[in-house]
Structures are given as structure tokens and as C-alpha cells.
């Protein structure tokens, strides 16, 4: 499994979402968002799901904490469905038609929930079991070792355990009620910083070591 075995979608939604994150998200961010869709196609080659949507999981998981930023921060809800509506807003200016742009924002909503069922929605599982990697570390041994390095190399994780773990303590202090609340409660700082990935790099002998 190479980086070169998931092309990037070559799409008008595709270019627009990466150009977004890329404008308004620190590059910690950014990494963690593309480190967060190869893992989310990873996963899908390891689990057994077929038939996802590439485009929509390449789109909802480079925009899965656009919600975060200033620009795009919502004081009413929280980060993932100010997110999601990012996503829908985008997918609606590339000509997507209403249902599927909908999507965009459940798959972003469902990130964060503490699990998805594959059969209800697989791109949604897809991201969420890619974002527990990234960033609870949760299936560290799950993928082939030289692929994580790989990932690793081209798309460093950098500063995103101070930078992820400072917005979403902001964003639970801002609006207890939310799913941020819930990681910081289950010690998402803890995990961040414990997580394996953080360990690998070059010449590291194994993802967990």
C-alpha cells in the first residue's frame, strides 16, 4: 500500500476544498486533514468497504475542522456542523445536487461521533475511524507499517497535538453542549500527546514502538 494507490480526486470540489483548507487552516491542520482522508482510504482497503464515494471522503475529510477557524466558527453550533454547512456551501457552487452535498455534511457531523455503523453510512465510518487514528491513535497497528511512514513523511504532523488539543478545549468552553465537550472530557490532550504517530518517522521501526 503506497500514497500513489489513493490519486487524489481531479474534480472542481476537490481543488476547492483543498484550496479553502489550505487558505484558512494552519498547515498542522491541513496535514492532519490529508493525513486523515489516506487513512480514511487505507481503512477502507483493510476493512472490506467498497463502493464508497472518493470524491465526497476526499471533500469531507479536507474540510472536517474548517469549522474551527475564525472565519468559519460558529458561536450556536458546533465546530463540525459549522463545518459540515461549509462543505454543503462549496459542494453547491461545484454543481452537486442536493442530496449528495448533504452528505458532505453528515459525513463531517458523523466524524466526531464515538462510533458509526459501516452499513448506515461507510464514508462517515471511513473519517471517523481516520480521525480516532490521527488523533486518539485509536488501530495504530491496523495499516501496513511503510504506508504510515510514508503518510508521515509527506504530510507531518508538526504542531497539531498543542494546536488541535487548544481549539478543542476552546470550543468545549465555548459550547459545553457539544461533541468537543465530550474530547476534552475523555482526554483528548492526553491521547494526542500519547498518541503512536507521534512516535514515527524515519527509520522508526513500527508504528506503535
Given at each position: 500500500m503506497r500514497i500513489a494507490d489513493f490519486p487524489v480526486p481531479d474534480t472542481l470540489a476537490a481543488r476547492g476544498a483543498l484550496a479553502v483548507a489550505r487558505e484558512y487552516q494552519s498547515p498542522a491542520f491541513t496535514?492532519?486533514?490529508l493525513r486523515s482522508w489516506l487513512w480514511a482510504e487505507a481503512f477502507a482497503?483493510?476493512?472490506?468497504?467498497?463502493?464508497?464515494?472518493?470524491?465526497?471522503?476526499?471533500?469531507s475529510a479536507v474540510l472536517h475542522d474548517i469549522g474551527t477557524v475564525t472565519e468559519f466558527d460558529n458561536h450556536t453550533i458546533s465546530y463540525e456542523h459549522a463545518g459540515g454547512h461549509v462543505g454543503v456551501a462549496l459542494t453547491a457552487g461545484a454543481g452537486w445536487a442536493v442530496a449528495r452535498r448533504r452528505r458532505v455534511l453528515e459525513v463531517i457531523v458523523r466524524h466526531n461521533w464515538p462510533r458509526v455503523d459501516p452499513t448506515m453510512d461507510a464514508e462517515g465510518y471511513l473519517?471517523?475511524?481516520?480521525?480516532?487514528?490521527?488523533?486518539?491513535?485509536?488501530r495504530p497497528d491496523a495499516l501496513p507499517e511503510e504506508f504510515v511512514r510514508e503518510v508521515l513523511d509527506v504530510h507531518p504532523r508538526?504542531?497539531?497535538a498543542a494546536e488541535f488539543g487548544a481549539c478543542v478545549v476552546d470550543q468545549a468552553a465555548?459550547?459545553?453542549?457539544t461533541a468537543a465537550r465530550r474530547l476534552v472530557d475523555g482526554g483528548v490532550a492526553g491521547k494526542l500527546a500519547a498518541n503512536p504517530l507521534e512516535r514515527v518517522g524515519p527509520g522508526s521501526a513500527e508504528p506503535n514502538s
Open positions: 496535514a492532519h486533514a482497503r483493510v476493512d472490506g468497504i467498497s463502493g464508497i464515494d472518493h470524491e465526497l471522503l476526499y471533500v473519517l471517523e475511524t481516520a480521525t480516532a487514528l490521527d488523533i486518539s491513535g485509536a508538526g504542531a497539531l465555548r459550547k459545553p453542549d
